[in-house]
């Protein structure tokens, strides 16, 4: 067990674990395992960054040192935990993980207020697990406050990053009915108890609505299109949908072979939240099989209610990305301030820009994240502009509006393609250009944020960043 800060097992009364940085560590950056006799404690603006579990608690000791009585379950404990940063780096570190060892009932292990849960590649970072029923639980953090009604001053990463960028997609999206325009045609489940219906008034221009609350069945209700569609072995997909419900609750999504429907087998499989705020859920995997099937959602008749939209199913191919180009901890050790030269624009979870250098008091650490140029540019922290990435500036206005229009320098009179990227890697914008055209409308949905262009004519090929206002 490899735990940066550990309450030990025997006694802990009115301990103070204070601005500490804990980093890197195999298992939690703080584990505060309680006994029966536990009171007093707080952990409070510490900074927990690239741990796989950054706050880990439990009430493991309580068979252990002076008050343990049988059968050790405790209610509640009045620790605090305040103040905190609590940052999962990867998709499958957690922010917090509790341990319920002793008694059918969870326990409240005090309370907890203005910490940060960031974690950018998956939003279901708080887990816990109680051994007695082996029931386990994973929340987001809106789910975990109105459920517990705690951390109700803390704040979660606003932003979702993906682990993979795509680099070509082979074909078009196979997945039939995949809008919902007019009906909800070629979609079904089992159990029959679930309404399908058609939806106008969530996600867009048209949706399809589950609405489960009958389980004589069953207790879960899975959602297929009946249109059989193709995977192989060893290529990758990219699953994408939109989802949104007027509840909390999880989607297991994936995709099932027909070789796969009498087990529980599926490939990419994933849980998704969904709740009153939408998502636009992205994620891939390597097909295990060559095989049809179907994109499958499937969902408890507790959380019954969900609406869906927009969804692909692509064969790909994509990168890595490693997640430590967008996320840093600097620390500084050192009994004097000390500056660190830093590569473009990142801000610190507060939301102060720091462009080419930060300063760090002695003895302090900061996460950073990285932002696109044009967040330091247009708040004027730096004065000049940044270059675009290794070609000639191609493009102008940049940063341009949204919405407005762009032009192009001049090219060789041919006909050229333009394809816009997110910074992920994403193909946002696909536009053909007719020879001597210089002046092109941006695609109306082009959100703010950075992007790259890149314009291909013949065999030349240019890219460049390009600031959307
Ligand atoms: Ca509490
Ligand atoms: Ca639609």
Same mark, same amino acid.
């Given at each position: 067990m490899c735990h940066?800060?550990y309450?030990g097992?025997?006694s802990?009364?009115?301990t103070?674990?204070?601005?500490?940085?804990?980093?890197?560590?195999?298992v939690?950056?703080i584990?505060?395992? %309680?006994?029966m006799v536990s009171?007093?404690n707080?952990i409070k603006?510490?900074?927990? =960054?690239?741990?796989?579990?950054q706050?880990?608690?439990s009430?493991y000791?309580n068979y252990?040192?002076?008050?343990a009585t @049988?059968p050790?379950?405790?209610?509640?404990?009045?620790?605090?935990y305040?103040g905190?940063?609590?940052?999962?780096v990867?998709?499958?570190q957690?922010?917090?993980?509790?341990? %319920?060892?002793?008694g059918a009932?969870?326990?409240?292990f005090g309370?907890? *207020?203005n910490?940060m849960y960031?974690a950018?590649?998956?939003?279901?970072?708080?887990?816990l %697990?109680?051994?007695?029923t082996t029931?386990?639980r994973?929340?987001?953090? /809106?789910?975990?406050? *109105?459920?517990w009604?705690?951390?109700?001053g803390s704040?979660?990463s606003?932003?979702h990053?993906?682990?993979? @960028?795509?680099t /070509?997609? =082979?074909?078009?999206? !196979?997945v039939?009915?995949?809008?919902f325009? *007019?009906?909800?045609?070629g979609?079904? $489940?089992?159990?029959t108890q679930?309404?399908?219906?058609?939806?106008?008034t969530?996600?867009?221009?048209g949706?399809l609505?589950v609405?489960?609350?009958?389980?004589?069945?069953s207790?879960? =209700?899975t959602l297929?299109h009946?249109?059989?569609?193709?995977?192989?072995?060893g290529?990758?997909?990219?699953?994408k949908?939109?989802i949104v419900?007027?509840l909390?609750?999880? #989607?297991?999504?994936g995709f099932?072979?027909?070789?796969?429907?009498?087990?529980?087998?599926m490939?990419g499989r994933? %849980?998704?939240?969904? +709740?009153?705020?939408?998502?636009?859920?992205?994620?891939?995997?390597?097909s295990t099989?060559?095989?049809q099937?179907?994109?499958?959602f499937?969902?408890?008749?507790?959380e $019954?209610?969900y609406f869906l +939209?927009?969804?692909?199913? +692509?064969?790909v191919s994509v990168i890595?990305?490693?997640?430590? /180009?967008?996320?840093?901890?600097?620390?500084?050790?050192?009994?004097?301030?000390?500056?660190y030269? &830093?590569?473009?624009c990142w801000?610190d979870?507060h939301?102060?820009?720091y462009?080419?250098?930060v300063t760090?008091? @002695?003895?302090?650490?900061v #996460?950073?994240?990285k932002?696109p140029?044009?967040?330091c540019m247009?708040?004027g922290?730096?004065a000049s502009?940044a270059?675009a990435? $290794?070609?000639s500036?191609?493009?102008y206005?940049? !940063?341009? *509006?949204?919405g407005s229009?762009l032009n &192009?320098?001049p090219?060789a009179?041919a006909?050229?393609?333009?394809r816009?990227f997110?910074m992920?890697?994403e193909?946002v914008w696909?536009?053909?250009?007719?020879a001597?055209?210089?002046v092109i $409308?941006? !695609?109306?949905d082009l959100?703010?944020g950075?992007?790259?262009?890149q314009?291909?004519?013949?065999?030349?090929?240019?890219?460049?960043r390009?600031i959307?206002?």
């Amino acid at each position: 067990m490899c735990h940066g800060i550990y309450f030990g097992n025997y006694s802990n009364k009115n301990t103070l674990v204070q601005r500490n940085t804990v980093t890197n560590c195999s298992v939690s950056g703080i584990h505060v395992d %309680h006994t029966m006799v536990s009171s007093g404690n707080q952990i409070k603006d510490n900074i927990l =960054f690239n741990n796989l579990i950054q706050l880990s608690l439990s009430d493991y000791s309580n068979y252990n040192g002076p008050g343990a009585t @049988a059968p050790y379950y405790v209610p509640s404990f009045n620790t605090v935990y305040s103040g905190n940063i609590l940052y999962a780096v990867t998709k499958d570190q957690l922010c917090m993980q509790q341990l %319920h060892v002793y008694g059918a009932n969870w326990v409240d292990f005090g309370t907890f *207020s203005n910490n940060m849960y960031y974690a950018p590649y998956n939003d279901r970072s708080i887990f816990l %697990h109680n051994h007695n029923t082996t029931e386990q639980r994973t929340f987001t953090l /809106e789910r975990w406050q *109105s459920e517990w009604n705690e951390d109700l001053g803390s704040t979660r990463s606003p932003l979702h990053l993906e682990d993979k @960028a795509v680099t /070509e997609i =082979f074909g078009t999206n !196979p997945v039939p009915n995949s809008t919902f325009a *007019s009906n909800v045609n070629g979609w079904g $489940g089992w159990p029959t108890q679930a309404l399908l219906t058609h939806d106008q008034t969530h996600l867009d221009a048209g949706c399809l609505k589950v609405d489960f609350s009958n389980n004589a069945s069953s207790n879960v =209700f899975t959602l297929k299109h009946n249109t059989l569609i193709p995977v192989q072995n060893g290529q990758w997909y990219r699953m994408k949908f939109s989802i949104v419900s007027t509840l909390f609750g999880e #989607v297991e999504v994936g995709f099932k072979g027909q070789t796969q429907l009498a087990g529980l087998e599926m490939e990419g499989r994933n %849980h998704v939240t969904f +709740d009153t705020g939408r998502r636009d859920a992205t994620f891939y995997f390597q097909s295990t099989i060559s095989d049809q099937g179907s994109c499958s959602f499937a969902n408890t008749y507790t959380e $019954g209610t969900y609406f869906l +939209d927009n969804v692909q199913l +692509d064969r790909v191919s994509v990168i890595d990305l490693d997640p430590f /180009e967008k996320q840093q901890l600097l620390i500084n050790d050192q009994g004097v301030s000390q500056s660190y030269t &830093l590569d473009g624009c990142w801000s610190d979870l507060h939301g102060g820009l720091y462009n080419g250098a930060v300063t760090l008091p @002695a003895y302090t650490s900061v #996460v950073l994240v990285k932002e696109p140029e044009g967040s330091c540019m247009t708040t004027g922290v730096e004065a000049s502009e940044a270059q675009a990435d $290794g070609s000639s500036n191609s493009l102008y206005p940049n !940063p341009v *509006s949204r919405g407005s229009e762009l032009n &192009l320098l001049p090219g060789a009179g041919a006909q050229r393609m333009v394809r816009g990227f997110t910074m992920n890697g994403e193909l946002v914008w696909e536009e053909r250009i007719d020879a001597g055209i210089r002046v092109i $409308g941006l !695609p109306a949905d082009l959100g703010p944020g950075a992007y790259v262009v890149q314009i291909t004519e013949g065999d030349r090929r240019a890219q460049q960043r390009l600031i959307v206002l």
